[in-house]
């Protein structure tokens, strides 16, 4: 990480209202620090892309300012721009043109003057090198997706945005991306992503931001957020199933699951006391009996689901994918 501790992208108050009228972002304020991966998560529509877009000047904002390493995009839109590397959600495609000419033509689109050197190490690393004279439509998704990366990385951007990065893409090439994101960081390049996929950025955040209908509802360390958020469960399963949750025990944090056979009881991690105790006394005094326990803690995909849906019904407890 940068000793610079200015944020790398500074965002303030931006909206985004298309000509159609519907407002895609409300007030969204964010700094992005250097030289950490910073993931944006939100369901479709949620306004990632617009996000992103108006950060790389591809889309004007309606409000708010927005300054890339202390750049304004709209006052400064070169310079901010020369910092910034896109790698968008669609292979566009110089099919016929070969790997490196594709490389070289965009690190010139930047006024860049050539640096073969540096475009070597860019292929190198991203284990592009061998490909370097095949024509882009030669290669398979995963490799042109590494051109994209390639692309992006041309004029030695400090920013790089990664528009879902491993939609459609095999496990294994998955995991490889998640090296490279991983490499290209130590390099000094600050990550932000967007993804569908929870998992991966549960795997390689260290920040992550939860946008939901425009507006940016959370943005949290990583391990705080799974911290403050997480709930853990226990769950009983019953030696008879039950019908319906005990009167006795109406208002308790507890579920019915597994058609009536499984007694699942929610706490929060940070409370004092978890309840547990209580809880098993009552049920012996019931009658009720269980014949094994476990418990389990929400994972990051459950947290996701939970923020995303359930403050849209006015905040409900169920929290699963
Ligand atoms: N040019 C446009 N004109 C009008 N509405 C638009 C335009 N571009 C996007 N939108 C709308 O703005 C909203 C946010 O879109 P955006 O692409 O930013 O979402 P997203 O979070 O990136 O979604 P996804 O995960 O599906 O990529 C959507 O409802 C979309 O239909």
Same mark, same amino acid.
């Given at each position: 990480?940068?000793?610079?501790?200015?944020?790398?992208?500074?965002?303030?108050?931006?909206?985004?209202?298309?000509?159609?009228?519907?407002?895609?972002?409300?007030?969204?304020?964010?700094?992005?620090?250097?030289?950490?991966?910073?993931?944006?998560?939100?369901?479709?529509?949620?306004?990632?892309?617009?996000?992103?877009?108006?950060?790389?000047?591809?889309?004007?904002?309606?409000?708010?300012?927005?300054?890339?390493?202390?750049?304004?995009?709209?006052?400064?839109?070169?310079?901010?721009?020369?910092?910034?590397?896109?790698?968008?959600?669609?292979?566009?495609?110089?099919?016929?043109?070969?790997?490196?000419?594709?490389?070289?033509?965009?690190?010139?689109?930047?006024?860049?003057?050539?640096?073969?050197?540096?475009?070597?190490?860019?292929?190198?690393?991203?284990?592009?090198?061998?490909?370097?004279?095949?024509?882009?439509?030669?290669?398979?998704?995963?490799?042109?997706?590494?051109?994209?990366?390639?692309?992006?990385?041309?004029?030695?951007?400090?920013?790089?945005?990664?528009?879902?990065?491993?939609?459609?893409?095999?496990?294994?090439?998955?995991?490889?991306?998640?090296?490279?994101?991983?490499?290209?960081?130590?390099?000094?390049?600050?990550?932000?992503?967007?993804?569908?996929?929870?998992?991966?950025?549960?795997?390689?955040?260290?920040?992550?931001?939860?946008?939901?209908?425009?507006? =940016?509802?959370?943005?949290?360390?990583?391990?705080?957020?799974?911290?403050? =958020?997480?709930?853990?469960? =226990?769950?009983?399963?019953?030696?008879?199933?039950?019908?319906?949750?005990?009167?006795?025990?109406?208002?308790?944090?507890?579920?019915?699951?597994?058609?009536?056979?499984?007694?699942?009881?929610?706490?929060?991690?940070?409370?004092?006391?978890?309840?547990?105790?209580? =809880?098993?006394?009552?049920?012996?005094?019931?009658?009720?009996?269980?014949?094994?326990?476990?418990?389990?803690?929400?994972?990051?995909?459950?947290?996701?689901?939970?923020?995303?849906?359930?403050?849209?019904?006015?905040?409900?407890?169920?929290?699963?994918?």
């Amino acid at each position: 990480m940068s000793n610079d501790p200015s944020p790398i992208v500074s965002i303030r108050n931006l909206g985004k209202t298309y000509a159609s009228g519907f407002t895609a972002l409300r007030d969204v304020s964010l700094d992005i620090r250097r030289g950490e991966i910073f993931a944006l998560l939100g369901p479709n529509g949620a306004g990632k892309t617009t996000l992103i877009n108006i950060v790389c000047g591809i889309v004007n904002a309606s409000s708010g300012t927005v300054l890339a390493d202390g750049h304004d995009i709209v006052r400064e839109a070169r310079a901010a721009r020369m910092k910034i590397g896109l790698v968008p959600q669609e292979l566009s495609t110089d099919a016929f043109e070969s790997v490196w000419a594709t490389v070289r033509f965009s690190r010139g689109l930047f006024g860049r003057p050539p640096n073969p050197v540096y475009l070597e190490k860019v292929l190198r690393s991203l284990s592009l090198w061998d490909k370097k004279d095949s024509k882009i439509m030669a290669l398979s998704g995963g490799m042109k997706r590494r051109v994209l990366i390639a692309k992006a990385l041309s004029h030695e951007p400090r920013i790089l945005f990664l528009d879902e990065p491993t939609a459609g893409v095999d496990v294994e090439l998955r995991r490889d991306m998640w090296q490279l994101v991983r490499e290209l960081r130590e390099s000094g390049v600050t990550i932000i992503l967007t993804t569908h996929y929870i998992e991966e950025a549960e795997e390689m955040a260290d920040r992550i931001g939860v946008i939901r209908k425009g507006e =940016l509802v959370v943005v949290e360390d990583k391990h705080v957020l799974m911290r403050k =958020l997480g709930k853990k469960q =226990l769950t009983l399963q019953l030696q008879a199933p039950l019908q319906a949750i005990p009167q006795e025990l109406t208002g308790e944090p507890l579920e019915l699951a597994d058609g009536g056979n499984a007694l699942v009881y929610t706490f929060d991690t940070q409370a004092e006391r978890t309840g547990i105790a209580t =809880l098993l006394r009552r049920l012996g005094d019931l009658g009720i009996g269980f014949k094994d326990l476990h418990s389990s803690e929400s994972s990051l995909e459950e947290i996701f689901v939970s923020l995303v849906h359930d403050e849209s019904r006015g905040g409900g407890k169920e929290a699963r994918a």
